[in-house]
């Protein structure tokens, strides 16, 4: 699929890769050492000390749009993962990881696409576009046992708030993919993606942006803080869950 677009798609390699995410291995994933898994089918499971450290985590990551009103439930379900290395993972878990990292390269691949295609009518005019089509292919690329993403610590669509598990990594912004496994055997990755040349136009600095599309994206988002990214920043993740 990715053949398609193939000058984009190396624009955005070739950021993404400058952001170190080809090789995650390089930045050591924090394994609480009581939830290490022991033998080859065991993932990661989370023992009860966990809940201390992890509940400092959910209110550093509790995005600002979500209610109040769930500190607890959200704190205990952020501490249900853990974050692990490949090498942790049995047979399965892999293999299910391999397809779904295919998947989220073919959504990047169409999502791509997607939006230089609208951007050729004006940018005001795309973002009605993406804004109506960018969350339907995401979720299309859905299947059973796959839930897919993306998000963002600086959101333009309030709908793609983080994951749980995943919140925490996503307000630390650090350009690094990270691999997560649940309570249940699931299995989330966050892969980063990067600001190239063309998501400028409508991510950059706000003052660059033209009046008509300052206003086709006040109405659409009225909170929208996904501006001001330069060329090479990081502009969120992707993120999916594989279930077990
Ligand atoms: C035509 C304007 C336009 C361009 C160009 C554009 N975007 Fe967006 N972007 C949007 C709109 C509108 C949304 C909100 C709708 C949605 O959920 O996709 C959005 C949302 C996102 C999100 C989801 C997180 C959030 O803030 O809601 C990411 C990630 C993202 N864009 C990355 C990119 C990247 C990377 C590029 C360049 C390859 C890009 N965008 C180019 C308009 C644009």
Redesign the pocket.
């Known amino acids: 699929m990715q053949q398609r677009v193939p000058v984009?798609c190396l624009i955005?390699s070739a950021t993404l890769a400058a952001f170190g995410c080809q090789s995650p291995s390089e930045s050591p994933p924090e394994v609480e050492a009581s939830g290490a898994p022991s033998g080859e089918e065991s993932v990661a499971v989370p023992s009860n000390d966990a809940a201390g450290e992890a509940e400092g985590q959910a209110a550093v990551a509790a995005p600002p749009s979500q209610p109040a009103s769930q500190p607890v439930d959200v704190a205990a379900e952020a501490a249900a993962w853990l974050r692990v290395e490949e090498s942790d993972l049995n047979a399965a878990q892999r293999s299910a990881l391999a397809a779904a990292r295919q998947a989220r390269a073919t959504l990047g691949g169409t999502l791509?696409r997607t939006?230089m295609e609208?951007?050729e009518s004006g940018?005001p005019a795309?973002?009605e576009v993406?804004?109506d089509a960018?969350?339907r292919i995401t979720a299309e690329a859905a299947t059973p046992g796959l839930r897919i993403g993306?998000?963002?610590h600086?959101?333009?669509?309030p709908?793609?708030v983080p994951p749980v598990w995943a919140a925490s990594h996503v307000n630390a912004a650090r350009p690094e993919a990270a691999l997560f496994a649940g309570p249940e055997g699931q299995v989330g990755e966050l892969v980063p993606?990067?600001?190239?040349a063309?998501?400028v136009?409508?991510?950059g600095a706000r003052d660059s942006l033209t009046p008509a599309l300052r206003d086709a994206?006040a109405s659409?988002?009225p909170e929208d803080a996904?501006v001001d990214f330069a060329e090479g920043d990081l502009?969120?993740?992707f993120w999916f869950v594989v279930e077990n």
Do not use: D, W
């Open positions: 984009l955005v791509m939006v609208a951007a940018l795309a973002v993406c804004a960018a969350p993306r998000t963002s600086r959101l333009r669509n709908e793609n993606i990067a600001t190239a063309p998501c136009g409508c991510h994206l659409r988002y996904a502009r969120g993740f």
